[in-house]
Each structure stands twice: as C-alpha cells, then as structure tokens.
C-alpha cells in the first residue's frame, strides 16, 4: 500500500547541530508540506513543494530549508538546531489542490 | 493575510448529543477548500471533510457536516451523535489559491458519557 513515511519517530539533539528530517511517500504526489505542531498553535506551514525542484516558505521559514530533488522524498533540514525549534514535526502529501492531505505518523524533535 | 480563526480551545459534549465546533477563515481569494481534521491522543491526523468554496451544498460525510456559510467566512464542524472516540483534537485548514494549506489552532473536545 502507498503510504507516507517519516523518519526518524524521535530525535534529541544539540542547539546549534544541523539536523534532517526524512520524509517519504509512495503515492507519487506532487504537493508535499512541512509542518511544526505546538500546544496552543496548531499546525504552522514551515514549506511546501509543489513538485521537483520547486520549494516555497510558509508561515514559519526562518531556520528551515527544504530540497526536492525528486517526487518522493521532502527531507527537512535545521541548519543550526535552536531550542525554540523543540516541537512536534508533520510532512504531508496531496494529489492535487483539492485533494485531502496525507500525514506521517510525526517526528518529536527535542533541541537541548 | 489568510488566516483560521477556532475561538473555542475546549469543548464538552454529552455522549449521543450533537456538537458544533466553529471555525472562521480570511482569505481574499475567490477558490479556496475548507478541510476538516481530527487528532486523538494517538497523535495521527485523520481527514474529515472538505468543501470548495464553489461548492453549492454544505458537504456532509456520515455522521460529519458542514455549516458553511461563504458571506460570514465560516464553516463550523457538526458532529451528530458524539460517541467516546470522537475525544480528540479538531483543526480546521483552508487551502489557498498558491495551494498551500494553512491550519486554525484547534478545539479540544470531550465526550462525556
């Protein structure tokens, strides 16, 4: 079955370390978005992708990059890891603009 | 600036009874899609519903439907007959017209038996 993968589940690190985040999905769809989740926030648009080669800033950039050098994968790199960055972290995937998002399971991410 | 307005943090509602979680947007596009999404405790993000801004009718998915109302920029969340399952986190997000898709920051609801 297609599915959308995010890996790792868990993550503890360093400030100031550079950290990724892997994301992949076997549907072949071409939107793919980032997320970050806090408690009283909800779900804040880090960057999305509308296919290869294409990246966009959402609402909270600053910090974050992202590259897609092919249909599947969306990884999300923290150049230098701060501690306001500790937070639930959520890729998504959709079809087409009026298509439902497809979430991963997540990945907790805890600067130190 | 596009934005999802939930003005309702938490929400109890008695088992069997309905419940309406409400949900204001603000966007100057003329297409956009309202997306409904649950959350339990388990952390996974479940789809609900969705409706176009197009859309004549108020979108309905089983025991879940829709109060839009496009001249308030609303689309409220009814949920008939709560069960215990439905105890979980609701967010509601809009789709803009770059296609991005942008949450509220959600309503906690209980469902007491």
């Known amino acids: 079955d297609a599915e959308i993968t995010q890996s790792p589940r868990h993550k503890i690190t360093e400030t100031g370390r550079q950290v990724t985040l892997a994301c992949h999905q076997t549907w072949n769809h071409n939107n793919m978005f980032w997320y970050r989740q806090d408690l009283g926030h909800g779900l804040r648009l880090i960057h999305y992708?509308?296919?290869?080669?294409?990246?966009n800033k959402g609402e909270v950039s600053d910090g974050y990059s992202v590259s897609r050098s092919n249909t599947e994968d969306l990884p999300l790199t923290l150049e230098s890891a701060a501690s306001s960055q500790t937070s639930v972290y959520f890729c998504a995937s959709s079809r087409d603009r009026n298509e439902k998002l497809f979430f991963g399971s997540g990945t907790q991410l805890s600067v130190l | 600036a596009q934005k999802i307005t939930q003005t309702q943090p938490g929400m109890f509602v008695q088992e069997k009874e309905a419940v309406t979680l409400d949900c204001t947007y603000d966007?100057?596009?003329?297409?956009?899609?309202l997306f409904w999404y649950k959350q339990p405790s388990s952390g996974e993000m479940i789809f609900l519903i969705y409706?176009?801004?197009?859309?004549?009718q108020n979108a309905t998915e089983g025991r879940y439907s829709l109060n839009f109302q496009k001249a308030r920029k609303s689309s409220n969340l009814v949920i008939s007959a709560s069960q215990l399952g439905d105890s979980a986190m609701y967010f509601c997000?809009?789709?803009?017209?770059?296609?991005?898709?942008?949450f509220g920051p959600g309503t906690s609801l209980s469902v007491i038996p």
């Open positions: 997000a809009m789709r803009t017209s770059y296609d991005k898709v942008i």
């Open positions: 409706q176009g801004s197009y859309d004549q």
């Open positions: 966007t100057s596009d003329p297409s956009y899609g």
């Open positions: 992708s509308y296919g290869v080669q294409d990246t």
